[in-house]
């Protein structure tokens, strides 16, 4: 199988690769995949008062294309508003790797994995502080490609 | 040093040619050209001789006579016309019992005033008098419906033996234990009366291991059933002798010992029993009429002299093999936890080696070693997305299919190779474990099938 070069640079120089802690309040994380199908991403952020995604963090255990889309989104998201995480669609990381329909769930994975992280940050606040965060979503539903 | 890349290492994929078996070759793909079947004229004689000699250089290495040699396009085409071939000969299907047998009573009662005609020409003769006295089960008796065969088989023996379901025959697929090796009680139990032939893999291709073939040979001759082993993956690397094993059909590739693409045998016993086969191709007789289609001089040429050098230097060629397999294998065990060898540890081919990576995806483990050629049991390595069907039915999680990698080695693959794939493999997998949140969650002691995953 012949590899898309932004998924090989992506791939072989995976950017924000790293665990941040969990008992964080400012940190989300989302896990999202299934062993047994051969892929599980975990993706996280950590947000600061602004609302702004300070730092993403990723480890993927998948293909290459897994790898190269959670390294993908870390990239994009970081620096941004979490509104943009969440907006995120898995059809942009698919354009802007070129993945062939067979890795399209790949992408997927990805959107899942971001969107339950900003999930994971928004119940973390809820729960923690009596003013709500802004608008904050119901439980994301986690993987399903 | 430098290593020439890429390094091939998938020997139970295909193998290169050997240098001597191209140079056998060479003479009948140039000037010496005739048609093997021309009685006519030298040319053909010339091409019939070469067939021959290849046809007792084959016969050779598996013990077998030269007749006995039915030259084929490969083991696919072997596969299918053994199992097809015996079934159509040897068996019936209940359907067909009791098509005539109605046809049978038709003309005993008189509802049917041409009888006779009314048999599809395919039964041959049947003498519908005697199938209305007896029954058609016991005027048919001895031509069973059925046919037993591994989970773990080539697809060219599961999707033959599905063909035969469609027609109305019944397979049992054996499971195997966790080591790859089929139970023989299990195959004992399965036997019935109803039961015409057994097809047990010898060394199975992606993992390996080496089945308990004259056990299973044995068990047929005492029960009558034909027994037929694909044994690609086998003949050429390991010993083998179809009268010790008593196996009466047996499918071979060239191009799996070091011969050329597109030509295989399949052995057909002569004497006892004197096996008989349905031809799956129709043409000008070939091959004792079980494999129409003019020979491919050169290719079976060639599948001769890998037979030959197979036979004279497997010995040795086996003993190095498994050195560099048990040198790659503790290489790896010393630096990496975590991995294990799938199929059974000793009785398997001499250069296989398929391991699993916990925590790392076999597909992204062959991207991170791309100059080196290996395959995966990952299920991203195919369209379909599921893991490997050899690998499911050992009983190997679907996590460690997906980590699984197949190491073949072969006649031309070198210590400095060895040395070199073992290291690089090493840091690969480390890096990818790095990369991986399962192996971090393994290393805090979290126990990953406590974990609730979604599965998609």
């Given at each position: 199988?012949?590899?898309n070069?932004?998924?090989i640079?992506?791939?072989?120089?995976?950017?924000?690769?790293?665990?941040?802690?969990?008992?964080?309040?400012?940190?989300?994380?989302?896990?999202?995949?299934?062993?047994?199908?051969?892929?599980?991403?975990r993706?996280?952020?950590k947000?600061?008062?602004?609302?702004?995604?300070?730092?993403?963090?990723?480890?993927?255990?998948?293909?290459g294309?897994?790898?190269?889309?959670s390294?993908l989104v870390?990239?994009?998201v970081?620096?941004?508003?979490l509104?943009?995480?969440?907006?995120?669609?898995?059809?942009?990381?698919?354009?802007?790797l070129?993945?062939?329909?067979?890795?399209v769930?790949?992408?997927?994975?990805?959107?899942?994995?971001i969107?339950?992280?900003?999930?994971d940050?928004?119940?973390?606040k809820?729960?923690?502080?009596?003013?709500?965060?802004?608008?904050?979503?119901?439980a994301?539903e986690?993987?399903q490609a | 040093?430098?290593?020439?890349?890429?390094?091939?290492?998938?020997?139970?994929?295909?193998?290169?040619?050997?240098?001597?078996?191209?140079?056998?070759?060479?003479?009948?793909?140039?000037?010496?050209?005739?048609?093997?079947?021309?009685?006519?004229?030298s040319y053909g004689?010339?091409?019939?001789e070469?067939?021959?000699?290849?046809?007792?250089?084959?016969?050779?290495?598996?013990?077998?006579?030269?007749p006995?040699?039915?030259?084929?396009?490969?083991?696919?085409?072997?596969?299918?016309l053994?199992?097809?071939?015996?079934?159509?000969?040897?068996?019936?299907?209940?359907?067909d019992?009791?098509?005539?047998?109605?046809?049978?009573?038709?003309?005993?009662?008189?509802?049917?005033?041409?009888?006779?005609?009314?048999i599809p020409?395919r039964?041959?003769?049947?003498?519908?008098?005697?199938?209305?006295?007896?029954?058609?089960?016991?005027?048919?008796?001895?031509?069973g419906?059925?046919?037993?065969?591994?989970?773990?088989?080539?697809?060219?023996i599961?999707d033959?033996a599905?063909?035969?379901?469609?027609?109305?025959y019944?397979?049992t697929?054996?499971?195997?234990?966790?080591?790859?090796?089929?139970?023989?009680?299990e195959?004992?139990?399965?036997?019935?009366?109803?039961?015409?032939?057994?097809?047990?893999?010898?060394?199975?291709?992606?993992?390996?291991?080496?089945q308990?073939?004259?056990?299973?040979?044995?068990?047929?001759?005492k029960?009558?059933?034909?027994f037929?082993?694909?044994?690609?993956?086998?003949?050429?690397?390991?010993?083998?002798?179809?009268?010790?094993?008593?196996?009466?059909l047996?499918?071979?590739?060239?191009?799996?010992?070091?011969?050329?693409?597109g030509?295989?045998?399949?052995?057909?016993?002569?004497?006892?029993?004197?096996v008989?086969l349905?031809?799956?191709?129709?043409?000008?007789g070939?091959?004792?009429?079980?494999?129409s289609?003019?020979?491919?001089?050169?290719?079976i040429?060639?599948l001769?002299?890998?037979?030959?050098v197979?036979?004279?230097?497997?010995?040795?060629e086996?003993?190095?093999?498994?050195?560099l397999?048990?040198?790659?294998?503790?290489?790896?065990?010393?630096?990496?936890?975590e991995?294990?060898m799938?199929?059974?540890?000793?009785?398997?081919?001499p250069?296989?080696?398929?391991?699993?990576?916990?925590?790392?995806?076999?597909?992204?483990?062959?991207?991170?070693?791309?100059?080196?050629?290996?395959?995966?049991?990952?299920?991203?390595?195919s369209?379909?997305?599921?893991?490997?069907?050899?690998?499911?039915?050992?009983?190997?999680?679907?996590?460690?299919?997906?980590?699984?990698i197949r190491?073949?080695?072969g006649?031309?693959?070198?210590?400095?190779?060895?040395?070199y794939?073992?290291d690089?493999?090493i840091?690969?997998?480390?890096?990818?474990?790095?990369m991986?949140?399962?192996?971090?969650?393994?290393?805090?002691?979290?126990?990953?099938?406590?974990?609730?995953?979604?599965?998609?």
């Open positions: 199988m012949a590899y070069d932004k998924v640079d992506h791939y072989e120089n995976p950017r924000n690769v790293g665990s941040m802690s969990h008992e964080d309040p400012d940190v989300g994380t989302g896990l999202v995949g299934a062993p047994a199908c051969g892929d599980v991403m993706l996280q952020i947000v600061n008062a602004e609302g702004i995604i300070e730092d993403a963090k990723f480890k993927t255990f998948g293909c294309s897994a790898i190269a889309s390294s870390t990239e994009w970081k620096g941004k508003p509104e943009y995480a969440e907006q995120l669609q898995n059809t942009e990381i698919v354009k802007e070129s993945l062939p329909p067979v890795k769930h790949c992408s997927v994975l990805a959107e899942d994995a969107k339950a992280a900003v999930a940050w928004r119940a973390k809820g729960a923690k502080s009596e003013t709500p965060a802004p608008d904050a979503p119901a994301e986690s993987a | 040093m430098t290593m020439k890349l890429p390094i091939y290492m998938d020997y139970n994929s295909t193998t290169p040619m050997d240098p001597r078996v191209r140079e056998a070759m060479t003479p009948y793909e140039t000037d010496t050209f005739g048609n093997a079947a021309s009685r006519s004229h004689w010339v091409a019939e070469a067939v021959e000699k290849a046809r007792e250089q084959v016969a050779n290495l598996i013990g077998a006579t030269a006995e040699i039915i030259f084929t396009s490969g083991a696919t085409e072997s596969d299918n053994a199992l097809k071939g015996v079934a159509h000969m040897y068996g019936m299907t209940k359907a019992k009791l098509l005539l047998e109605t046809i049978a009573k038709g003309h005993r009662d008189g509802s049917l005033s041409d009888a006779e005609k009314m020409p039964f041959g003769s049947v003498d519908l008098d005697a199938l209305a006295d007896q029954g058609a089960a016991e005027y048919f008796s001895g031509r419906d059925h046919i037993i065969t591994v989970e773990t088989e080539h697809k060219a599961l033959s599905k063909r035969l379901e469609k027609e109305g019944r397979v697929y054996l499971p195997v234990q966790a080591n790859g090796l089929i139970r023989l009680e195959l004992e139990a399965a036997i019935t009366e109803d039961t015409i032939l057994v097809s047990v893999m010898f060394a199975n291709n992606e993992i390996g291991v080496i308990p073939v004259a056990e299973i040979g044995a068990l047929c001759r029960h009558k059933v034909l037929h082993t694909d044994a690609v993956q086998a003949v050429g690397k390991v010993p083998v002798d179809v009268n010790e094993m008593n196996i009466d047996l499918s071979i590739s060239a191009h799996k010992m070091y011969g050329p693409k030509v295989g045998a399949l052995y057909v016993r002569r004497r006892r029993p004197r008989r349905e031809a799956t191709i129709d043409g000008g070939h091959e004792r009429g079980m494999r289609g003019t020979l491919n001089v050169a290719g040429v060639g001769g002299a890998a037979a030959e197979c036979a004279r230097d497997m010995s040795a086996a003993e190095r093999l498994v050195g397999r048990d040198r790659f294998w503790n290489r790896l065990k010393s630096e990496l936890d991995i294990f799938n199929g059974h540890e000793e009785q398997r081919l250069g296989n080696a398929n391991i699993s990576f916990a925590f790392v995806e076999g597909e992204a483990m062959m991207m991170a070693i791309k100059d080196v050629a290996v395959s995966s049991g990952s299920a991203c390595t369209a379909s997305l599921e893991p490997s069907y050899v690998l499911r039915a050992l009983g190997v999680g679907d996590e460690l299919a997906h980590s699984s190491f073949g080695f006649r031309f693959t070198t210590e400095e190779e060895v040395d794939v073992a690089l493999v840091g690969r997998v480390k890096k990818l474990r790095d991986s949140p399962l192996y971090e969650m393994h290393q805090q002691g979290i126990d990953l099938s406590t974990i609730e995953w979604a599965a998609h």
